[in-house]
């Protein structure tokens, strides 16, 4: 059974930076591309970026600026976002998520998920 665990959100001012980690388990981990989703209060989950098993990133958020940095470390089966120069409105819970097939920006195309982890930026 595949399992998803994420880690290193917290509590942190703007401009500070974090780096958040996937561990994933039962699973193909070197052959599946995993992405991360984010949700905000109020709002609906959103896709951040993905990675693929050969280690090519997508990144949609702020994708102009840098400031988000997916990548994988397969021997491990560990997937990281680096977010830098965090800002209030990156607050959300933060999801990673193991591709089925499809679109990768799409909710459903994803099947496993984890339960979270909670990025709170204070300004």
């Known amino acids: 059974q595949v399992q998803l665990v994420e880690s290193g959100g917290g509590l942190v001012q703007a401009g500070d930076s974090l780096r958040l980690s996937c561990a994933v388990s039962g699973g193909f981990f070197s052959t599946t591309t995993v992405g991360w989703f984010r949700q905000a209060p109020g709002r609906e989950r959103e896709f951040v970026a993905a990675v693929t098993s050969n280690g090519q990133s997508f990144v949609y958020i702020d994708s102009g600026t840098g400031r988000f940095t997916i990548s994988r470390d397969n021997a491990k089966d560990t997937v990281y976002l680096q977010v830098n120069s965090l800002k209030p409105e990156d607050t959300a819970v933060y999801y990673c998520?193991?591709?089925?097939?499809?679109?990768?920006?799409?909710?459903?195309?994803?099947?496993?998920w984890g339960q979270g982890t909670q990025v709170t930026v204070s300004s």
């Open positions: 998520t193991t591709h089925r097939e499809g679109s990768y920006f799409r909710e459903g195309s994803y099947d496993h």
